[in-house]
Antibody, heavy 116, light 109 residues
Framework: QVQLVESGGGVVQPGGSLRLSCAAS????????MHWVRQAPGKGLEWVAF????????NYADSVQGRFTVSRDNSKSTLYLQLDSLRAEDTAVYYC?????????WGQGTLVIVSS | EIVLTQSPGTLSLSPGERATLSCRAS???????LAWYQQKPGQAPRLLIY???SRATGIPDRFSGSESGTDFTLTISRLEPEDFAVYYC??????????FGQGTKVEIK
């Protein structure tokens, strides 16, 4: 069955960087667009980034534009999110999800805490 | 950007009762591209409904979705204990950005 497993979260100081990964299995990763969605503690869901199946098109939320970079390695069935210039308001659980217009399958999430 | 407004913020009901959750879009949602998700504490969201009224694989038929113009409704016909959770709507027609409503919590009365 479809599995999405995020990793790479942790505690980082303001201004720091992290790289999140999402390992996919159970479907043909190279034919699906992929998303990152985040959820701050006690808050709702916020879409963060999208990458087309071939990496040829990327979109970002205004809140992360210029600071976050989404990428993928189809040979490894893995999605990435590079988080730079992190701020306290980036503290959240980050989920990856596959794209069907809607978010069909979700990973369990990885927690990023930005704190000094 | 399409803004989705969910109401009520919290719905207090008893098992066996009917739940009606609302999601209003700030403008027309292309081709009824509206999805609903369920999220339980400590878990990832789960897709329930897409295309406004199509149930995702494995979703019980007590969950149904409907639309009327820019108003969308998720109905749970008879609440089971496992249905008490937070529900989010999301539009996937006019993207990017993909936008979510702020959520409705269905709690046990």
């Amino acid at each position: 069955q479809v599995q999405l497993v995020e990793s790479g979260g942790g505690v980082v100081q303001p201004g720091g960087s992290l790289r999140l990964s999402c390992a996919a299995s159970g479907f043909t990763f190279s034919t699906y667009g992929m998303h990152w969605v985040r959820q701050a503690p006690g808050k709702g869901l916020e879409w963060v980034a999208f990458i087309r199946y071939d990496g040829g098109n990327k979109n970002y939320a205004d809140s992360v534009q210029g600071r976050f970079t989404v990428s993928r390695d189809n040979s490894k069935s893995t999605l990435y999110l590079q988080l730079d210039s992190l701020r306290a308001e980036d503290t959240a659980v980050y989920y990856c999800a596959n794209h069907q217009g809607y978010f069909q399958h979700w990973g369990q999430g990885t927690l990023v805490i930005v704190s000094s | 950007e399409i803004v989705l407004t969910q109401s009520p913020g919290t719905l207090s009901l008893s098992p066996g009762e009917r739940a009606t959750l609302s999601c209003r879009a700030s403008q027309s949602v292309s081709s009824s591209y509206l999805a609903w998700y369920q999220q339980k504490p400590g878990q990832a969201p789960r897709l329930l409904i897409y295309g406004a009224s199509s149930r995702a694989t494995g979703i019980p038929d007590r969950f149904s979705g409907s639309e009327s113009g820019t108003d969308f409704t998720l109905t749970i016909s008879r609440l089971e204990p496992e249905d008490f959770a937070v529900y989010y709507c999301q539009q996937h027609g006019s993207t990017p950005p993909w936008t979510f409503g702020q959520g409705t919590k269905v709690e046990i009365k």
